[in-house]
């Protein structure tokens, strides 16, 4: 196998040839660090390409947290050197090139791999598409600015999305060397990853290098900070790294930065729900404008789409597994006003902090789906029916499931039909059909731009007139609530709320105990 940088070697398992840490850009080290991505470097010989690459620089926590067990987080180790990505692909070429699907992990922008275990893409290939999952900078190694760069034509800041809209370059170069169509590449990506491909269809420097797109669980919900956001990053970076210039920071360790970071959050960094977040920013190149704004003009890739969220994307909310009577009928005044909120109340009451619990985890979800038709409803793609919006309701099993029930991102496993890198989860038949439904649907968006096909239900397109969203996972069917609570929450999101699929934002100060580390997918 030969590439644009030279021969490669890697291995076929079960009629799947995989090629892992193949490099799609120059290590961004020295001179590079904090700099526009460069094309990879040649190499002689034949290189292995049978072991994962380094995930890029990140707090790893390998035994996972929370609802996240091991499989769902980046294994060590870590390294500035991680601009590589996998390929998985039919070992059998056929008459015709495949169709290729490009994964962009997710993690807040601040952590995340393509090596993460549930994102192995053989069983994906095996249903006949190309695989590429690729690593991108993150943190303040992607997203710090810095104005030293602001001549630079590529911008100053934004460096992870210019890593993924290179990737996506790559693989138009490349891909037919693994039997991929570079005409049907779908962009794919879940949390941080759906976010970006939001903004990639935006985004004018990523115009053309794709045909359709998946976005799971990541509807942009907040503004984006600036560019001047960005270079107070990279400033208050060199102030506590002791140094002046951008030169002298370059030259600081990797070890060094991180440790930083851990000594507290940057100025400039985003806050999501009270976290501090280092990631994308407006920055007039990359991202023109707010991605909402952009996509209300009709800035906008126009291909076909799949959008959607699961339950209990609330487990990233901190009030979502503890929430006090008074707390929950404030919010519900705030949603609803006096005149409506009994509508939001459940049948046994909220005077007691497990039913204002309860209550509120019926919101929440209640207000990701308002958030998903929100969105659909203006989407280009929903005329001509080529908008997929689904809501994924199926409680993982083997982790608490019923405190963490359908969390965010356990429909992964399913998607990419990975269940067996965690049998101790005790997986039953109705796990491994929903996962052969899944992974079908996501196969046969990426060949055919429609989710239908031969052996699975029937998925309605999303369209103006019907607003369907189908259900995943504990039914397969078009996905029915309360019709009125809904337009409720629909005209506060139309009159200046913003979209959100992990919930309705607290009112500040109002925050309870959460999971730990909710920032970390």
């Not at 991180?258 to 990359?286: E, K, W, Y």
Request: with cysteine.
């Amino acid at each position: 196998m030969t590439v644009e940088s030279g021969a490669l070697r890697g291995e076929i398992v079960d009629g799947v040839s995989r090629f892992l840490g193949v490099p799609y850009a120059a290590p961004p080290v020295g001179t590079l660090r904090w700099a526009p991505p460069r094309p990879a470097e040649a190499w002689s010989g034949v290189r292995d390409a049978t072991t994962h690459a380094p995930s890029c620089m990140q707090a790893i926590t390998p035994e996972g947290f929370g609802p996240w067990t091991k499989e769902y987080v980046a294994p060590p180790p870590v390294s500035e050197d991680c601009l590589h990505l996998n390929v998985w692909a039919p070992a059998s070429k056929g008459s015709e090139a495949r169709p290729v699907l490009v994964w962009i992990h997710g993690g807040a922008f601040m952590s995340g791999s393509n090596s993460v275990p549930i994102y192995d893409g053989a069983a994906l290939a095996g249903q006949g598409i190309v695989v590429v999952a690729i690593n991108y900078r993150l943190s303040v190694f992607g997203y710090a600015g810095f104005r030293e760069l602001a001549d630079d034509p590529q911008g100053s800041a934004n460096f992870g999305l210019q890593d993924i809209i290179a990737s996506l370059g790559w693989v138009r170069r490349n891909v037919r060397a693994f039997g991929g169509d570079p005409e049907r590449i779908t962009i794919a990506g879940q949390s941080a990853g759906a976010m970006a491909v939001h903004m990639l269809m935006v985004s004018p420097q990523a115009r053309g290098l794709f045909s359709q797109a998946i976005a799971q669980s990541g509807i942009i919900e907040t503004a984006l900070p600036t560019l001047d956001d960005a270079w107070r990053r990279g400033e208050d970076l060199k102030a506590k790294a002791g140094v002046g210039t951008l030169s002298e920071l370059r030259a600081v360790s990797a070890e060094r930065i991180m440790a930083i970071l851990s000594a507290g959050p940057l100025a400039g960094a985003a806050d999501i729900g009270g976290v501090p977040l280092v990631g994308p920013v407006v920055d007039g190149r990359v991202l023109p404008d707010q991605v909402r704004a952009l996509q209300a003009h009709g800035d906008l890739a126009s291909v076909p789409v799949m959008v959607g969220l699961n339950a209990d994307e609330g487990v990233l909310s901190p009030d979502y597994f503890r929430m006090s009577p008074q707390m929950f009928a404030s919010k519900v005044s705030r949603l609803a006003g006096p005149e409506k909120a009994a509508l939001f109340l459940p049948e046994g009451g909220v005077d007691t902090e497990a039913g204002a619990t309860a209550g509120n985890k019926v919101l929440t979800r209640l207000y990701g789906l308002a958030s998903l038709v929100d969105w659909s409803r203006s989407a280009p793609a929903a005329r001509g029916g080529r908008l997929f919006a689904y809501y994924f309701t199926h409680a993982e099993p083997g982790n608490a499931p019923d405190v963490f029930g359908a969390f965010h991102s356990a429909e992964l496993p399913y998607v990419f039909d990975t269940l067996d890198v965690s049998p101790w989860r005790n997986f039953t038949d109705a796990d491994r059909e929903i996962a052969r439904v899944m992974s079908a649907y996501w196969v046969n968006f990426v060949k055919t731009g429609n989710p239908n096909g031969e052996g699975v239900p029937s998925w309605p397109a999303y369209r103006h007139d019907t607003s369907t969203v189908m259900e995943l996972g504990t039914h397969f069917a078009p996905y029915r609530t309360d019709a009125e609570t809904l337009d409720i929450v629909l005209n506060r999101i139309s009159g200046g709320l913003d979209r959100s699929i992990f919930g309705m934002a607290p009112e500040p100060g109002g925050a309870s105990d959460g999971i730990p580390e909710p920032g970390a997918r």
